[in-house]
């Protein structure tokens, strides 16, 4: 396969670096320097053309191969990651007096979430530079999606996580068959450990930031984004930001696809954390970026110190976005308010609707906007935090006596 990856630039000092070379941050600026992957536009403005697209039957992630840092298409045994459905909303729509609202359903992906369009690649990537164990730190969702894809791929994973992982991503990493290294401290103590780990022991790493292609793999989500609204591009698009890969994933989709002259525009990109952890909401204000506390339960995006701050804030800004600051107790609300469309949320994907709803209260998105919300990751997988704000059922006795009087009492005209 050609590829059409130019070089490795570091978002720092400027750097190239060789593709076969770039195996993390750059050389010269260390952690800090993260690379963004340089792609051939002119070549391949010949190649993904609107006609190439829309005839195009592969129905996941890699219809984009040409847009991809990968070398060999290994991809038929993969599970289908990505084509989500973009979900038109009725109910929230008309809640928020939006012109338009779409939600992609990111919680549709293989291990319920949106990190499985980064393992994919990093599984692929793995593949290629002939590893045989991969790893990385996680507050959940990118280990389950490492775990799975890699699974699936014959590969072992050695999987770091905080002692505050929800049930439901620990679940999955066992069922997967990962060594799971669940870590007595935070999500910083966490990932500390796994980079001297993958270090010293030489594995494959897929710590998003560190590792440029992830983001690319990301970036996918935005290119369905304009493919589902056939080629229209929406006013805003809203995410909840953790380390802030994904945010810098969409941004580089979106840039991508204005090169190829598919779009005319970027759309505008708001950046949802949470009140217990907004150390980029804090960095956007002030210019410097100092580490947070992680408190919130929201653990998806709970990272104190972000490890992709230099593309998520460009991103924000070249676009034009917003940045905004979610509490808990709106995000648990957000969770019953995604229910009312039919779909389930965990914490950190309805900090975004949390956010989105705060923004156009607040008249930083505008009544008449078409607006595209990320549902990053599925309720399923955190139980726990979602009871906090549903009632228990009462025990109803097997008889209908008793629930005609249940009924009456509660008013429910429906069936009484
Ligand atoms: C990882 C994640 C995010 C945020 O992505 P970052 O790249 O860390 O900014 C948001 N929601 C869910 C469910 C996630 O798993
Ligand atoms: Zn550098």
Redesign the pocket.
Known sequence: MISFVKTYRCTLCGRTVLPHEAKGACPSCGEKGILDVEYDYEKLRGVVTKTWLESNPVRQMFRYMPLLPLEQPHVTRMLDVGWTPLVKSYVLKDTLGLRSLHIKD?SMNPSG???DRASAVAVLKAIEEGKSVVSCS?????ASSLACHAARMGLQSVIFVPKRAPVGKLNQLLVYGADVILVDGDYKDTYQLSKEAIKTFGWYNRN??INANLVEG?KTAAYEIIEQLDFEVPDWVV???????????LFKGFYDFMKLGLIERLPRLLGVQSEGCKPLVDAAITGELKEAEENTI?D??S?GI?R?PVK?LSAVSASKGAWIAVSDRSILEAIKDLGKEGLF??P??A??YAGLKKAVREGIIEKDASVVL?Q??SGL?DPENIRKVLLTPILMKPDLGALKTYLKNKGDHHHA
């Open positions: 990111e979430s949106l990190k996680s507050t959940g969702n990118a998003a930031a990301k995410v909840s930001v953790g380390d802030g890969c994904t945010l810098a994933g929201a998806s995006i990272v972000p992709n998520a949320a965990e950190a994907s900090a975004g990320l990053t990751g997988k």
